[in-house]
């Protein structure tokens, strides 16, 4: 798959827009599932997810092969979603603001709570809504490098590629995003 | 090792990247201290939980290409239909750059030579990596330059110290 990752980039950067469509349909899904994780808001992860490849085509002459192409790409995605993060928290009295609202039960897919005992699925239910809580408190850099590792199983070396940062700062994103959350979650339950 | 080098070394772990010396010390540290038990196991559990998280079904992604060759085309014919004048970011800044400069010698001579000052953050800098602030000579006033990436507009502004009302051009 790398090798056909690697010939489509080629063509794509030769002008090629199948090649390129080809790459956009196999990272979509992980591109979408960054923005979506980031935003917590489906219309915004699409437009984000969107926003990110017509910048990826524009930029395409700029991707060196000596990095990989998923880095590269999630690197555009995340700086786009933080800038539209960022722009939130200047504006959080906007009424058209809904990104902050979690998504609606039609909106999810099938959970494993589905398939369990009420009680049990309410439970999973509440703890699902505390982590949400404590992942809301996290600064946008630090939920996005520990999605990046958790989520995506991205090395240290590949989320700093990814983010821009040195691995000492995606080390230290990871350690004190986790140390958030397990204190918001203690605190919370 | 104590609690908080014990709580680096976990996260560490965590992903695989822990010494064989380090692990050592930690689990020593471990055998004695519950608290650090507990924050091992939440974080094993912060991690599934990121992991199990449910994400709502995005477009295919035929119909996610379909969208995007769309904005590609329609980014292009915005690049197609710039017109004449309209020559590109790098310029627009010059243009703006060469604008505050006459900005701030009117100023000067307005105000018989008084020394220009490093002037205030301005108030509306809706992109704030765009924000260009300049000295002008208008004593307290602060000028504000910003590209406004919705319109694709240069906007500068002169803001009047005392109260006065906000010039736009």
Redesign the interface.
């Known amino acids: 798959m790398d090798q056909d990752v690697m010939r489509w980039v080629q063509r794509a950067q030769g002008g090629d ?1 199948a090649a390129f ?1 080809e790459l ?3 990272y ?2 992980r591109v ?2 960054l923005a ?2 980031m935003v917590r808001n ?1 219309a915004d ?2 437009e984000l ?3 990110a ?2 910048r990826a ?2 930029k395409l002459g700029t991707f060196k092969h000596d990095a990989q192409f998923f880095t590269w790409i999630y690197r555009i995605a995340s700086n786009l979603c933080l800038d539209h993060l ?1 722009r939130r928290q200047r504006r959080p009295e906007d009424p058209l603001n809904e990104a902050l609202e979690p ?1 609606t039960f039609a ?3 099938p ?2 709570s589905a398939t369990v005992a009420p009680d049990e699925a309410l439970r999973q239910r509440e ?2 809504d505390a ?1 949400d809580r404590a992942l809301a408190t996290l600064k946008p850099e630090h939920a996005l490098a ?2 990046l ?3 995506d199983g991205l090395s ?1 070396e590949e989320i700093a590629h990814a983010t821009g940062s040195r691995v000492g700062t995606v ?1 230290s994103r ?2 004190y995003a ?2 958030k ?2 204190e918001q ?2 605190s919370d339950t | 090792m104590n609690c908080r080098g014990a ?2 070394a976990l ?2 772990r ?2 695989g ?1 822990l010494m064989a010396a380090d692990g050592e010390a930690l689990g020593a540290h471990l055998a004695i201290c519950p608290d650090c038990q507990t ?1 091992a196991v ?2 094993e559990q ?2 599934s ?11 295919t ?2 119909a ?2 379909a ?3 769309r ?2 085309r329609l ?1 292009e014919d915005g690049a197609a239909r710039r017109p004449a004048w309209d020559v590109g970011p790098w310029l627009r800044w010059a243009s703006a750059a060469a604008l505050i400069l006459v900005v701030a010698g009117g100023g000067l001579l307005w105000h018989g030579g008084v020394a220009p000052r490093e002037t205030a953050a301005g108030p509306l800098a809706l992109h ?1 990596t765009q924000v260009l602030r300049v000295t002008t000579g208008l004593e307290g006033a602060s000028t504000m330059v910003y590209e406004d990436e919705a319109a694709g507009w240069m906007v500068v502004w002169v803001i009047p110290a005392e109260g006065g009302n906000h010039a736009q051009m």
């Open positions: 827009e469509g956009m349909k196999h979509q899904g979408y599932g979506y994780g489906t992860a699409e997810t969107q926003q490849w017509v085509w524009q960022r998504p909106e999810l897919p959970s494993p703890v699902r982590f520990l999605r590792r958790e989520v240290y080390m990871l350690f986790r140390k959350l397990i979650m203690r | 709580q680096r996260n560490l965590h992903d990247q924050f939440r974080m912060v991690g939980q990121l992991r199990e998280e449910p994400v709502p079904e995005g477009p992604p035929e996610a290409w969208s995007v060759q904005a590609i980014a704030a």
